[in-house]
């Protein structure tokens, strides 16, 4: 039995911490955006839609 | 300074892609996909229908089914080790072997298969390893070792191999539709691998059994209880997969939104947490920032 709870815990917590992590990003990309949409609605630049400029390297 | 201008190709995953023809573009701000409320909501009773069941199939697994005859609790491993398999090799793999093909199709070619894919390989990765991890826990005491170079774990090893390959193809730099085509190519490449998996146990001597539920005769050689929950554990299994698919979507449409580059990334993060800054990237002239 000892091996069946092994396999159980293990293969749940890659799962659980994996979905932790995901919603962990989403969440970080999510308030980025809203950030940067929030400081394009600041100066009027209207973002969506629009061309975007990408710095030369 | 390059250039990009946004499309309008959709960024969500139920919409498909624009229109036949449509040469692949970044996306249009992705606001849409990120506060659609019915989209949140999908998300939200997908990911708690997930977690219940996955209660369910634990609670049976564990408590309620009996000790297999030969096996005996060494099959409550079977349970979830099949379950996370089909996720893995059928569900993950061959939706991002479909979705790269659509990409690589003209007339159905647009970055929502392109998005779908890269997620649905993270996704299947993850699986993959459970997998793996999940059949040498049962290989252990039932064989005596806990790897064999067995066919089908050999092959299921390689398939992990091919698309963390995909996973480091993705993170090389290169404009968006050479990064999508190439990795269309390479999922294209690894999927060859998951016929040989599926039929690894027929066309060879294998340790592995052979199908229990899916054999030649399409007659299930497991019953009763037993049959319930892993029936109940495929499914538990595959909405775990659908609600992991839903959010990686998302971060990649946001992603592409913001671009990935973590330097550009963090200068964005502080400029936009700074108090009245203008979130550019070096353009001087307010407009986006979408980098790389």
Known sequence: ?57 | MTTITPDTSPTTPGAGPSTPDAEPTRSALPTSLAQSTRMVWTTRIVGLTAAVSVGFTVWLGLWVTPPDKVQGDLVRLVYIHPGVAWVALYLAFGLAAVSSLLYLWPRTRSFFWDRLAAAAVEVGVVFNICTLISGSIWGRPTWGVWWAWDARLTLTAVLLVLFLGYLALRRIPAEPEVRAKRCAFAALFAAVDIPLVHFSVDWWKTLHQGATVLNANLSPTIHGSMAWTLLLGFIALTLVFVWMLLVRYRIGVLEDFLGTGELEVAILERQAEGAGATPTAGSGDGAAEVAR
């Open chain 1, 1 to 57: 039995m000892n091996y069946v709870v092994a396999g159980y815990s293990i293969v749940l917590s890659i799962l659980f911490l994996y979905g932790v992590q995901l919603a962990w990003r989403r969440r970080r990309w999510t308030r980025l955006v809203a950030r940067v949409e929030a400081s394009h609605a600041a100066v009027g630049d209207g973002g969506a839609g629009a061309a975007v400029d990408v710095p030369a390297e």
